[in-house]
C-alpha cells in the first residue's frame, strides 16, 4: 500500500474526527500526498459548540493542513439518516471533483448514527478504490485494527497538539493526552514498532506497475 503521491480523501462526520481517527497519519502524509480533509457537519445547531468552527480550523492549521485543503459542510448532527441521498451525491460530487484514490472515513464499528451513515455512503460512492475504517473510541463497539501504519513521535505531538485546539472538549476523556498517546503506542505494539496508527480494512483494490509508475 502506498500512499506518498496519491490523492487522499479523509471523511469525518463532525469537528475532531478526522484528527482524532488519524490525525498523526494525516500530518505525516501531507508532505507527500495531495490531501482533502472534508467534515459533513459543523455542529452550529447547538448553542454549546459555537466554537468548533474556529477550533477546527485550528486544529487543522496546527497539523499542517492548508486551509483550502479543509471543507466544513452543514449537514445536520443527528440527522445523517434522513439525509442519505443528499449526502451520497455530495459523496459523488467529491468523487468527480477530487479524484480521490484512498479514502480514510469512521469504521464501521463504529455506532454513532452518523458515523455509520459517513461510512455506509462512502462505500457506495467510492466503489473501485481503496476505503479505510478509523477509529473514534468514545462511540465504537468492537474496533479491532487490521492495518496499521507507523508513524513518528513528531506525528504523534502533532496529533495531540492539534487535539488540544478543541477547548470545547477539553474535559473529555477521549481527548486526555495520555490517552491518545497510548492508543498509538498500542498501535504500534501490535505492528512491532514505536507508535502506529490502525485501521479497519473496509476495501482495498491492488493495481499493476511498480510504485514509480502509480498515479
Not at 56 to 66: N, R
Not at 124 to 131: I, K, L, N, P
Not at 145 to 155: A, C, I, N
Amino acid at each position: 500500500m502506498y500512499f506518498y503521491g496519491k490523492r487522499v480523501l479523509f471523511l469525518g462526520a463532525h469537528p475532531d474526527d478526522i484528527e482524532l481517527g488519524c490525525g498523526a497519519l494525516l500530518h505525516h502524509l501531507l508532505p507527500h500526498s495531495e490531501v482533502l480533509c472534508v467534515t459533513l457537519s459543523d455542529n452550529q445547531k447547538n448553542p454549546l459548540l459555537q466554537n468548533l468552527v474556529e477550533e477546527h480550523f485550528a486544529s487543522m492549521d496546527t497539523l499542517g493542513v492548508p486551509r483550502d485543503r479543509v471543507v466544513l459542510e452543514t449537514f445536520t448532527t443527528r440527522y445523517f439518516p434522513t439525509a442519505r441521498q443528499e449526502i451520497l451525491e455530495y459523496l459523488l460530487r467529491l468523487r468527480r471533483d477530487f479524484k480521490p484514490q484512498i479514502v480514510f472515513t469512521h469504521t464501521l464499528q463504529d455506532i454513532h448514527q452518523d458515523h455509520n451513515v459517513v461510512t455506509q455512503e462512502a462505500l457506495r460512492a467510492y466503489r473501485g478504490m481503496t476505503v479505510l475504517g478509523f477509529d473514534v473510541v468514545r462511540s465504537s463497539h468492537g474496533f479491532f485494527p487490521h492495518f496499521l501504519v507507523e508513524v513518528t513521535e513528531q506525528d504523534v505531538e502533532a496529533k495531540i497538539n492539534a487535539l488540544m485546539c478543541y477547548k470545547t472538549y477539553r474535559d473529555k476523556y477521549y481527548f486526555q493526552p495520555e490517552l491518545l498517546r497510548a492508543t498509538m503506542v498500542r498501535h504500534g505494539a501490535l505492528a512491532e514498532r514505536t507508535y502506529a496508527e490502525g485501521f479497519d480494512i473496509l476495501r482495498i483494490v491492488s493495481q499493476y506497475g511498480m510504485p514509480a509508475e502509480a498515479n
